[in-house]
């Protein structure tokens, strides 16, 4: 399992560090540093809480309890990336336009339709690794095309609402 949270901190930092990166040409003031810790942080988080149903279930003695379990953990898994950004953004000149967050279910979804269909009992760790890594870069790379497109309509809406305080969209 620590190999794996491993895994799922690189992944956060890889995509916050190359968010950070585009997000720094248009909002100056964004600390990157912090931007990054808490896109691994979060990540790390929700690859946890992914694997915690898996890890708790079988030791309940009550299907329902598991269930609950999951649905709880899922819940946490799709808050943690938007909030630890929104943490960070909030911050920063672009907070009164800071409301809406893409949806990582969606990423779940890819994870979930790569990896499950292709896991088997009886498969050697390293295939299955394997299985789950190239599940988790196109998880990531979802994730990463979702944010980029929320962010993009944050920062119109930011511009937009920066032209109209100032006047310049007036004619």
């Known amino acids: 399992m620590p190999l794996l949270l491993t895994a799922g901190a690189a992944e956060g930092a890889l995509l916050g560090a190359a968010q950070a ?3 720094r040409r248009v909002l100056p003031t964004m600390p990157s540093r912090h ?6 942080g979060a990540a790390c988080l929700a690859w946890l809480l992914g694997m915690l149903p898996g890890v708790v279930a079988p030791h309940l003695q009550s299907r329902l309890a598991a269930t609950v379990l999951a649905i709880l953990a899922g819940i946490l898994v799709l808050l ?15 907070s009164p336009t800071v409301g809406s967050q893409p949806r990582p279910q969606h990423a ?5 339709a790569v990896a499950t269909p292709l896991w088997h009992t ?13 599940a988790g870069l196109l998880m990531a790379a979802t994730v990463a095309a ?14 937009a609402a920066g032209r109209a305080r100032t006047g310049s969209g007036l004619r």
């Open 21 to 23: 990166h585009v997000l």
């Open 35 to 40: 931007w990054i810790a808490a896109t691994a």
């Open 80 to 94: 943690s990336l938007g909030t630890a950004q929104w943490r960070v953004l909030r911050g920063t000149s672009l």
């Open 108 to 112: 779940l979804a890819v994870f979930g």
């Open 122 to 134: 009886g498969q050697s760790i390293l295939l299955i690794a394997s299985i789950g890594a190239w």
């Open 146 to 159: 979702m944010t980029g497109l929320a962010l993009l309509h944050l920062l119109k809406r930011h511009t």
